[in-house]
T-cell receptor, first 111, second 115 residues
Framework: GDSVTQMEGPVTLSEEAFLTINCTYT??????LFWYVQYPGEGLQLLLK?????DKGSNKGFEATYRKETTSFHLEKGSVQVSDSAVYFC??????????FGAGTRLTVKP | DAGVTQSPTHLIKTRGQQVTLRCSPK?????VSWYQQALGQGPQFIFQ???????QRGNFPDRFSGHQFPNYSSELNVNALLLGDSALYLC??????????????FGDGTRLSIL
């Protein structure tokens, strides 16, 4: 079935460091791919999306490129801030099916 | 423009009890999905409602049931609560005719604790 595997955390970085969180997927159809972020005590917020191969999603300095050949959608940011500390979820969706999420990666950014 | 709203925010129940959680979708949306997020894990799909009918269901027992009302709001009911039902329950909404391969909009969730 459709599934997402993402890098296990937690990840701890210093402010202004480079961030990569790996995400790979398995899908029977042609999925759209997403990154969601969850701050403490809150629900999920859409961070970025890509709906077809080679698309690059970007938002708030975060980027991810839909790589069909490697079935990956890695999240990157060039310079993280303390305010980026949160849990990040990679997810996929095929058509009107339910969303499938990875287990989440907790990021802590220290000043 | 109101987003997805869920109530209550927090709830404490004991084993064997029953609980009802409520969700109002984002304005203009007609489809509601429910997810269970256990501590330290990603959300797991419970079921989806559209036109007041359950359209898809994940791997959850019949103790989990739902309803959608004509105004598109939805309820999640859980009977015979178990300790393992302790989790954050998330509601997500979308507009079906444009939602293919598109993201869902999530509420802040209801934190359910079973004692």
């Amino acid at each position: 079935g459709d599934s997402v595997t993402q890098m296990e955390g937690p990840v701890t970085l210093s402010e202004e460091a480079f961030l990569t969180i790996n995400c790979t997927y398995t899908a029977t159809g042609y999925p759209s791919l997403f990154w969601y972020v969850q701050y403490p005590g809150e629900g999920l917020q859409l961070l970025l999306k890509a709906t077809k191969a080679d698309d690059k999603g970007s938002n708030k300095g975060f980027e991810a490129t839909y790589r069909k050949e490697t079935t990956s959608f890695h999240l990157e940011k060039g310079s993280v801030q303390v305010s980026d500390s949160a849990v990040y979820f990679c997810a996929l969706k095929v058509g009107n099916n339910d969303m499938r999420f990875g287990a989440g990666t907790r990021l802590t950014v220290k000043p | 423009d109101a987003g997805v709203t869920q109530s209550p925010t927090h709830l404490i129940k004991t084993r064997g009890q029953q609980v009802t959680l409520r969700c109002s979708p984002k304005s203009g949306h007609d489809t509601v999905s429910w997810y269970q997020q256990a501590l330290g894990q990603g959300p797991q799909f419970i079921f989806q409602y559209y036109e007041e009918e359950e359209r898809q269901r994940g791997n959850f027992p019949d103790r989990f049931s739902g309803h959608q009302f004509p105004n598109y709001s939805s309820e999640l009911n859980v009977n015979a609560l178990l300790l393992g039902d302790s989790a954050l329950y998330l509601c997500a909404s979308s507009l079906r005719r444009t939602s293919s391969n598109q993201p869902q909009h999530f509420g802040d969730g209801t934190r359910l604790s079973i004692l």
